[in-house]
């Protein structure tokens, strides 16, 4: 579970081809970072991973199975929205057990899901507040919560800590890669922050203009950069 291939994808807005084709394999319980400058299509290659674009051309599996026109809800994948889109209104508990509702799960499961994710969280004292009772890593927390629940086959992020302060901000980087090895599921985390590529990712997909530049380990991008511009933003001089 949480194989990903994508083959000669694109993707074009109107006469624009942001991403000109791409091939990239993810592969089950990798941590892999998306990372490059602001404009260079890491939300849009996410986005088209998640189905919430369509591609214009090309195919992406999930776990063996063409994905490419399977509605975002079915591919079996969660993505993480940055905290501010929970619901005020709610305790941390329905927040948390929503997407659950949506799809009408029998009520005793969404309660063992909550219940494990809260667990797994640190949040099972703060089921009953309101988001607004929570400190700012507490609500991100919530936010991750309900792509847990879902249990799926792989988390999608895209840059979830971005509005967070400089101190929460690795803090929360740190939790993250905890959830990966508690977890063991297949994250796909996008980034400008090559701090946050270095230190959190397996992989590294260093993106350019809607290509990608290299793919690799922290320490082979370190080393090995392929060209200036994967050495201006990741590696050692060259
Ligand atoms: P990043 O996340 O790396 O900052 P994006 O994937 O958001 O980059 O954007 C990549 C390029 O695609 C940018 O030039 C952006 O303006 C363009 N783009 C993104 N979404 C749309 C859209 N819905 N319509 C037109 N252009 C878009
Ligand atoms: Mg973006």
Do not use: W
Not at 31 to 52: E, H, Y
Not at 103 to 108: F, G, L, R, V, W
Not at 173 to 189: A, N
């Amino acid at each position: 579970m949480g194989q990903i291939t994508l083959n000669q994808v694109t993707k074009s807005f109107g006469d624009v081809e942001v991403i000109p084709p791409l091939d990239l394999q993810i592969n089950d319980g990798e941590f892999v970072v998306f990372v490059g400058p602001s404009g260079c299509g890491k939300s849009t290659l996410l986005r088209l991973i998640a189905g919430l674009e369509d591609v214009s051309s090309g195919e992406i599996a999930i776990d063996g199975t063409d994905a490419t026109h399977v509605q975002p809800a079915r591919r079996g994948l969660a993505m993480v929205f940055q905290s501010y889109a929970l619901y005020p209104h709610m305790s941390v508990r329905k927040n948390i057990a929503f997407p659950l509702k949506m799809a009408k799960m029998d009520k005793a499961e969404q309660d063992r899901r909550v219940a494990n994710a809260a667990k797994v969280l640190n949040l099972t004292d703060y089921l009953d507040r309101r988001p607004g009772q929570l400190s700012g890593g507490q609500r991100q927390r919530v936010a991750i919560g309900r792509a847990i629940v879902r249990e799926p086959a792989a988390f999608l992020f895209d840059e979830p800590l971005s509005n967070l302060d400089a101190a929460l901000r690795v803090n929360m980087r740190l939790e993250i890669s905890e959830l990966h090895q508690t977890l063991k599921t297949t994250m796909i985390y996008v980034t400008h922050d090559q701090v946050e590529a270095m230190t959190m990712a397996d992989k590294i997909v260093v993106l350019q203009a809607g290509r990608i530049e290299q793919v690799g380990s922290p320490l082979e991008l370190y080393n090995a950069p392929r060209n200036k511009f994967v050495a201006g933003f990741i590696g050692s001089p060259k």
